[in-house]
Nanobody, 115 residues
Framework: QVQLVESGGGLVQPGGSLRLSCAASGSISSLNTMGWYRQAPGEERDLVAAITKGGTTSYADSVKGRFTISRDSTKNTVYLQMNILKPEDTAVYYC?????????WGRGTQVAVSS
């Protein structure tokens, strides 16, 4: 079992920045790809960004150039630096990690972008 705890969400004005963190604990000897999804009210959960164990990153087109995903393997933590935030970035952000054939999810952290 792997437990994921997200932090760093909140309310920010358009154009502002936030940094999300997601720390993994438990059976963490084989953490593979880690990443972030988000879900806005009435919408599906969509992939935002992912980073492989080797450090290869991928992003949704809507966040390219504004968001940066990174991971610290010594801390079993994945980060999402979000810059130039827009109202349409408002959503609950969920982190995940793939361990062998399983995918584990965090409980989510709310991000609200509003003036």
């Amino acid at each position: 079992q792997v437990q994921l705890v997200e932090s760093g969400g909140g309310l920010v004005q358009p154009g502002g920045s936030l940094r999300l963190s997601c720390a993994a604990s438990g059976s963490i000897s084989s953490l593979n790809t880690m990443g972030w999804y988000r879900q806005a009210p009435g919408e599906e959960r969509d992939l935002v960004a992912a980073i492989t164990k080797g450090g290869t990153t991928s992003y949704a087109d809507s966040v390219k150039g504004r968001f940066t995903i990174s991971r610290d393997s010594t801390k079993n933590t994945v980060y999402l630096q979000m810059n130039i935030l827009k109202p349409e970035d408002t959503a609950v952000y969920y982190c995940y990690v793939d361990v062998r054939i399983w995918r584990y999810w965090g409980r989510g952290t709310q991000v609200a972008v509003s003036s």
